[in-house]
């Protein structure tokens, strides 16, 4: 049984004074599709919202999902074929023939029409496109032409414009009167003769001022326009700092392009946050609905890589195999040092990583970032040396003076670990954001490699040369 | 020199026909801390953005900032004010006169407030209060009343609201004349008699129709309404799943007691994203920005954790010490099954903590996400121990027969810790999230402590096993 997907006071009204339990919707769409018929299930999905249809297809399994996509492909909603996950949204697509493709992507906005056809292959997407009418065509390739996760890529070619001399009662006419606007607007451009926009303007200001006040009188000049190949995560940090609900989108000689709007931006932003988690967790783009093998060698590289590092601090291990021959307890101690370090190496690496992302560490402060790091690893350095070593001589205790020089040896390497692991913890991903490296990609595994060897290695050569 | 916190391309006009370099502004802004008049800075800050100026305290040192601070304070702009993150509001309004902190806040809308407020100690709090006039106070009491990170904190009380009956021309008037009304604002309620919202409708819509239209007619039924109590959290992903720009917020008998806009549900969700980012990295609350003593104390009792954990694993290794002191290059191979495990753990934990944020993982699919864990484990188990099994036939190819039993070893081992690895990391963040646990809180030090524990185990018992 399902549990409750939404807290169940939530009121999302899907028709006038219903309020739906997506969890039970949910429920009788399994029990329908296990054994209904194809009518009590179209049936049945009429009172989905296509946001909640997108999820449910996320939680089936495959055979249940096969056969839901068989019922809705007859019909196609536009909207839920956006709002499906990437690799959801390709099953669909695949059982679709190019010109019913075609014809769902041209109800679409130019982003979202975008968005399908990106994830097709190459040659998919040109027979699809041959489908589509010429003036939606026309917009999508403007979008299709710039890089991925650009900002030419999210950005909606359909966008209201109005001359500088326009009043607020001819842009009430207008927006009235002409049929070819965008569904849903939030803001307006005011642009020049040259489509260089010169200001942009709320709805609700336009809705506050006198019918006679000319456009550009009230439009806010302070507008943030992003070039068409600014990165899309740039360009959710920009709609943060700024608070924006529109942007606009221009080209290399500033003509307004398209626009991008918040609400796309929401994903976007989610998108780029997970793919930093998922990188620091050291996963690539596996989702939870990636069959076994899919997962398996997803994950396959990182451990192999995990495999090589591991080997190198055994190597180092291997190096002091005479010492620990004539100690055992060293070995017994031996992975304390290098755990603690690892595990102050992500701590300082995930704070920075983070950081980077949010560009609130910059060149001007990272001098700073790396000094506070150094005491830190100083200071959490001496206070567990002193923990782990006081430890080890009251456990080792029977040993008798063996006890103190353990002691002693634990706490030394442990200060030494745990610098090494501040400082790498911060200076790696600052050097790989310098190389254009994403510094999520492969800093942990850095890190705990460096973290794994010199704690081995201070501690096991430290036991040598006291036993000398 | 702080390198470009932004792309160059990026046009943010600031005055109309100038484009400004924010990275230029912000050297000029160090420089003038540094060594400039009152004047002069007070002359300099008038060509910043809020939200730059906001930035710029973040990356300051102490004694600059200071000196800044003093001298915004004279003349606050309270957009600056909100834009801060937190604990550089706080050294701000520490800086000000009880009197002072109420006069910024009264220029805010009542969310903006509440996040002002909520920051304080208590008593402040209650000073602050009493000198905002009562209408604002009134408003922001409401906030206040529900608890943190909940809805009823984050909505802005200022909501435009119209009649069933009302017309579009009715309406347009309305927001033309009334001049209580929110500066900016996406969307309309329409409600009963009792307060209760029956639909929402975009201005886009208003401006769309003929004057005649009824509001009801145009008006969307199909909205999301959240109770006041709702995690912020919950709010953030109901935007992003249906699209919202804003959501109605209602009391337990279905009033409207306010609105949540998308852009600040931007930010909430950045915070929850980061919340979770950290919390997997074994680091709480911090900032870039925190000094060295708050960062080595928030680290402290994570590390502390994984003393003890790692001193588990200790205790397991002791427990085999004979065994490795008759075969010292145990002590050498010991650490790969453990590492291997912890890397395996984090990768399905990292899916599995994201997949529960998302809702992406419910109780409908829970077994669906063990089995499919337990069958990546048992392959990369394999796999691994493939791979490390015949490399240590190989390494240790002078040890004869012996290097064989070695192999053998290392490869049980292996499988058994990817196995538990996997199953560990799907199944304790399930747990915590049914406990009602943040599964991000615990689940890494937990999994870590269950890979090593049962690494060493399995690698040192089946050696034992063998060697007897």
Redesign the interface.
């Known amino acids: ?3 409750n ?3 169940p ?8 004074d219903t309020s739906v339990e997506t969890a039970a919707l ?1 429920d009788q769409l ?1 029990s329908l599709l296990d054994s209904g018929t194809d009518e009590q299930l179209a049936q049945h999905l009429h009172g989905f ?1 296509h ?2 249809l997108a ?1 449910a297809f ?2 089936l ?1 495959r055979p249940l999902r096969k056969r839901l996509i068989d019922v809705v492909k007859t019909e196609l909603d536009p909207d839920l074929l956006f709002e499906l996950e990437d690799h959801l949204r390709k099953e669909v697509t695949d059982s679709l023939t190019a010109r019913e493709v075609a014809e769902v992507i041209t109800e679409m906005d130019s982003d979202e029409a975008v968005q399908v056809l990106e994830d097709m292959d190459e040659g998919d997407r040109a027979e699809v496109l041959s489908s589509v009418p010429q003036e939606e065509r026309e917009d999508i390739e403007v979008g299709l032409a710039f890089p991925e996760e650009s900002a030419g890529r999210r950005m909606q070619t359909d966008v209201v414009t109005v001359g500088t001399n326009w009043t607020v009662g001819q842009t ?1 006419d207008y ?2 009167e002409e049929s070819d ?2 569904e ?3 803001d307006l451009f005011v642009v020049d003769e040259d489509a260089r926009p ?1 200001g942009i303007i ?9 019918r006679s006040t000319l456009m550009r009188e009230i439009a806010d ?7 068409a190949v ?1 990165l899309q995560e ?1 360009v959710a940090l ?8 529109t942007a606009g989108v ?1 080209d290399a000689s ?1 003509k307004l392009l398209g626009m991008i709007t ?2 796309d ?3 976007v ?2 998108e780029e ?2 793919e ?3 990188l ?4 690539g783009e ?4 990636d ?3 899919q ?2 060698a997803k ?2 590289a ?3 890589v ?2 090589v ?3 190198l ?2 190597l180092v ?2 190096m002091f ?1 005479a010492t ?2 004539q100690m ?9 040092v ?3 370090g690892g ?2 190496g ?2 300082t ?4 990583v ?2 980077l992302a949010t ?7 990272t001098m ?2 790396i000094r ?1 790091e150094l ?2 690893g100083v ?2 350095g001496f ?2 040396a002193l ?2 070593g006081v ?1 080890t001589v009251f456990i080792f205790g029977d040993l008798g003076e063996t006890s103190i020089l353990l002691g002693g040896i634990i706490a030394g390497a442990m200060v030494i670990n745990m610098i090494v692991a501040g400082l790498s913890g911060v200076v790696l991903p600052v050097l790989l954001d310098r190389w254009g490296v994403d510094p999520a990609v492969a800093s942990g595994v850095f890190v705990t490699t460096v973290t ?1 060897v010199v704690g ?1 290695f201070a501690f096991l050569a430290l036991a040598s040369l006291v036993m000398l």
Do not use: C
């Open positions: 049984m399902p549990d997907q939404e807290s006071e939530i009121i999302h009204r899907i028709e006038p949910f399994v919202h946001s909640d999820d996320g939680l399994d009430i927006l009235r606007l965008p849903e607007f939030l010169v709320s709805l609700s200001q336009i809705l506050r001022s006198p000049e302070t507008q943030v326009l992003v070039p600014t740039e920009l709609f943060e700092k700024y608070d924006l609900t221009i500033g918040v609400d931006v929401m994903e932003a989610r946050f997970e930093d988690i998922l620091l967790g050291g996963v596996e989702t939870i609905d069959g076994v093998l997962s398996s994950r396959f990182w451990l192999l995990n495999l590092t591991a080997a601090a055994s291990i291997s195999d620990i021959e055992v307890a060293l070995a017994v101690l031996m992975p304390i290098a755990s603690m595990n102050a992500t701590q690496l995930t704070i920075t983070r950081a560009k609130e560490l910059t060149s001007y402060n700073r970032a506070k005491l830190v200071l959490n206070l567990f923990l782990a430890a794994d081995f």
